[in-house]
Antibody, heavy 121, light 106 residues
Framework: QVQLVESGGGLVKPGGSLRLSCVAS????????MSWIRQAPGKGLEWVSY????????YYADSVKGRFTLSRDNARKTLFLQMNSLRVDDSAVYYC??????????????WGQGTRVTVSS | EVVLTQSPATLSLSPGERFTLSCRAS??????LAWYQQRPGQAPRLLMY???KRATGIPARVSGSGSGTDFTLTISSLEPEDFAVYFC?????????FGPGTKVDI
């Protein structure tokens, strides 16, 4: 079955960097759009970024544009989120999610279990 | 940015009861609206998409309706596993946005 396993979260100081990874299995990774969504502690959900199956189309939320970079390695079935210039308000659980249909943008499900990022001095 | 509002914020119900949640968009999103369920300690799970289509594995007692700016999620008879937080989400326009959620508790 579909599995998405995130890693790379942790505690980092403001201004620091982290690289999140999401390893996929149980489906043809290169056929599907992928995304990162985050949830701050006790707060709502925020869409961070998504990437097309080929990697040629990427969208970012304004709150992370210029600081975060989304990429994918289809051969390794892995999604990456490079996060630079981290701020306190970037603290959240970051979820990786898979598009429900292949080849085009659509809804996202399932989501992984998430990796926690804490930005604090 | 499309702003989604949900009502009520919290709902206290008993197993077997029927509930209806509301989601309102600040502008028309056509039927590009989904509902997610989040149980404590878990990732959100897709329940409904395109306003009224059930996601894979979702039982028929869960239904959705609406278009434009007003949407509803209905569960006809609450099971213990339905006590959770429910979010609506639009993908009509980027950035995709979520509602603040409705908590359904016992």
């Amino acid at each position: 079955q579909v599995q998405l396993v995130e890693s790379g979260g942790g505690l980092v100081k403001p201004g620091g960097s982290l690289r999140l990874s999401c390893v996929a299995s149980g489906f043809t990774f290169s056929d599907f759009y992928m995304s990162w969504i985050r949830q701050a502690p006790g707060k709502g959900l925020e869409w961070v970024s998504y990437i097309s199956d080929s990697g040629t189309t990427i969208y970012y939320a304004d709150s992370v544009k210029g600081r975060f970079t989304l990429s994918r390695d289809n051969a390794r079935k892995t999604l990456f989120l490079q996060m630079n210039s981290l701020r306190v308000d970037d603290s959240a659980v970051y979820y990786c999610a898979k598009c429900i249909y292949r080849g085009d943008m659509d809804w996202f499900d399932p989501w992984g279990q998430g990796t926690r990022v804490t930005v604090s001095s | 940015e499309v702003v989604l509002t949900q009502s009520p914020a919290t709902l206290s119900l008993s197993p077997g009861e029927r509930f209806t949640l509301s989601c309102r968009a600040s502008q028309s999103v056509s039927t590009y609206l989904a509902w997610y369920q989040q149980r404590p300690g878990q990732a959100p799970r897709l329940l409904m998409y395109n306003a009224s289509k059930r996601a894979t594995g979702i039982p028929a007692r869960v239904s959705g309706s609406g278009s434009g700016t007003d949407f509803t999620l209905t569960i006809s008879s609450l099971e213990p596993e339905d006590f959770a937080v429910y979010f609506c989400q639009q993908r009509y326009d980027w950035p995709f946005t979520f509602g603040p959620g409705t908590k359904v508790d016992i």
